[in-house]
């Protein structure tokens, strides 16, 4: 069953983080595997599609940094406020990761880079915070939109977005490289298949009708930038029936849990599904 949790932090003192903070969230869940399940590490570490996803660190001063960094480093004061958001895809990793949650409550500490930080708490049902939700693969079958826009999908990208490449990542997002990576994790995860021609059928009946999108880069501390994107795209139904309406819009509201793109498990990709009679998207901390 795909869950979507939320961890509300503050800084223990002072510090800083290069933009590209979702791979010191990645290296702290992966400190506590190594420790207490190292051999599902390992088998994380290998996997080619990954059965969760890590957000950056939201809430933190906008970039700042001089130089090579001039832009790409975040500075925050003591007591900065942050949050992030964790998803799984299969029940075994839920289990992990409400382990590791579990003993960062009884720490009520994340180590993040060099700076200490405060756990304040732990969001699990939408009732405390409109990001942790949870859904069974069923129930995303039968169409979770219920807005007057049935033909429609429109998607928020609330962090850096790209797409792997043969030569080059490509920081556009195209119906059939967004459907394609959905439909991945959909057919690797829910024990049920789409078919793959779902990709073509995009490519050919997903117009896309508007979009505000940004690029920004990210530095993460291995030196490599990635140029992503950022933003809200709307698609408009071209000839669909109602199962392809049906299948392409499950595969949309799995984006909430599965990411897009590439390195959805690094910080990458978090993708929220917008629509009038879904989520209460005015709740939404972005």
């Not at 962090?159 to 057919?187: A, C, I, K, M, Y």
């Not at 690029?215 to 139904?237: L, M, N, Q, V, W």
């Not at 199962?243 to 819009?249: D, E, F, V």
């Not at 799995?254 to 990458?268: I, P, R």
Request: charged fraction near 15%; aromatic fraction near 12%; include cysteine.
């Amino acid at each position: 069953m795909p869950v979507s949790v939320v961890v509300q932090i503050t800084a223990k003192r002072a510090g800083s983080l290069l933009n590209g903070t979702g791979i010191y969230l990645h290296g702290a869940l992966f400190q506590y595997l190594g420790k207490h399940h190292s051999a599902y590490g390992d088998e994380l570490h290998l996997a080619q599609v990954k059965p969760y996803t890590l957000s950056p660190l939201f809430g933190l001063p906008r970039v700042g940094g001089n130089g090579d960094l001039a832009g790409l480093v975040h500075f925050f004061p003591a007591g900065q406020p942050a949050w992030f958001r964790a998803t799984s895809l299969v029940d075994h990793f839920s289990a992990v990761l409400a382990d590791w949650l579990t003993e960062l409550g009884n720490r009520q500490e994340l180590q993040i880079g060099d700076t200490p930080w405060q756990i304040q708490r732990i969001y699990v049902e939408p009732s405390q915070h409109p990001l942790a939700q949870s859904i069974t693969y069923t129930s995303l079958q039968e169409d979770p939109y219920h807005g007057d826009q049935p033909y429609r999908i429109q998607l928020r990208f609330t962090s850096p977005t790209t797409f792997s490449g043969s030569h080059f990542d490509h920081p556009l997002p195209l119906p059939e490289t967004l459907v394609q990576g959905w439909l991945r994790g959909w057919n690797a995860f829910s024990g049920s298949q789409l078919p793959e021609e779902l990709v073509e059928l995009a490519r050919t009946r997903m117009v896309i009708a508007e979009y505000h999108l940004r690029t920004s880069p990210t530095r993460t501390h291995s030196g490599k930038d990635t140029i992503g994107f950022t933003g809200e795209i709307a698609f408009s139904g071209h000839r669909w029936d109602e199962t392809l309406r049906r299948q392409l819009r499950t595969l949309a509201a799995y984006a909430f849990y599965c990411g897009s793109g590439a390195g959805t498990a690094l910080g990458f990709g978090q993708t929220l599904p917008v629509d009038s009679g879904s989520r209460e998207d005015k709740d939404w901390p972005f």
